[in-house]
């Protein structure tokens, strides 16, 4: 039994936080899936030790450690949190690190130097960075990588511009979901909140980047046109309060409804009930959501800067992020119910080639070629 264990591939994921985002819920279906895979055997870093997923992870049963309490064990000065990222990877004995967000890189890279582990920097956004400390972070800690993840071409442009001073290899690996969770009945939103006629979804931290602001705008247009139409929107985040107001500063109080955080194993429930994704973010890596709506046979309306339309250019309508624009993609589906159709089970058939089961064994492939 000792020795089939030891010839697991050990794999310590290091991530600077667990809020609620696409990047953990990946994380999630990952170690979901690895919890009795036979080659891999994961385990998590949580840097700051925060976020309302890492309990979701613990009641799961997956290997976690924290090396923090608080946002502040993330900044970039503070040695104790490197120190404790390196005792726990010393105790782990990983075979890799493979790290996840800004502050994981940061953290990860640094802490396995000298410990003969090889690491992984999986960059999930094709966001510029603004600060010039961390971009030139970014460059240096180049060096100290032994291979680049991204989750779309779009990012490979990103790491490439700003990353890759050292010329490490790229690889491409389109993110991927467990079916599994998606086989769910869907929510009836009307009595669960309220919501009336077809609905319309948008998904996603509440942040300046999702463009939330915009897509409620944008049902201002959308609800002349088509009044039995609503959209939910499902995640908490700093912008809550200003999104709250601008829904009742556009009289929409019946037709826009601010869900709130939900748990990961209940957003399919969402997705299910919905008659579109609407995501027109100023910025994505390729969004775990879209393809989750994929699954659920869901159209999807998404800015010309959500590089999802690399793997769903037929089930997917492309807007600008301005709310006129936003609008019109989205009447272009209310009013097409035949085109919502064959986009709907091109959604399903495109879905096929991003389960889990594939994605790990893609990922297996990349981990083995690394270490040889």
Known sequence: MERERK??????YVIGGLPFGGVENWLFDLCSR??????????VINVSGTGV?????RQ???SIVDCGHSTKALKTSNLATLRRTRAHLRR???????TLQFSGDYFGRLARLGLGIPAITHIRNIKSERKLRRWVINKVLSLFTDLYLSVSKAAVATIEREQNLAGRPVRVLYNAVEPAKLAVEPYDLKQLLGAKGRVV???GRLVEQKNFDKLIRAMAFVVRAEPDTSLVILGDGPERERLERLVGELGLGGQVFLAGYVPNQEVPRYLRAAHILAMPSDYEGLPVTHVEALFCGLPAVI???VPSIEIAPDCSLVCTTQPQSIAEKL????GDDARHAVMSENALQTAQDYTMERYVERLKTVYRELLG
């Open 60 to 62: 799961a049963g997956f």
């Open 92 to 98: 782990m004995q990983p075979d890799l690190v493979h």
């Open 201 to 203: 979804v948008g998904v």
């Open 34 to 43: 690895l919890a009795d895979d036979p080659d891999i055997e994961a385990r």
């Open 7 to 12: 010839k697991r591939i050990r794999v310590a």
């Open 303 to 305: 800015s010309e800067h």
């Open 331 to 334: 009447l272009e589906l209310l």
């Open 53 to 57: 997923k890492a309990q979701e992870f």
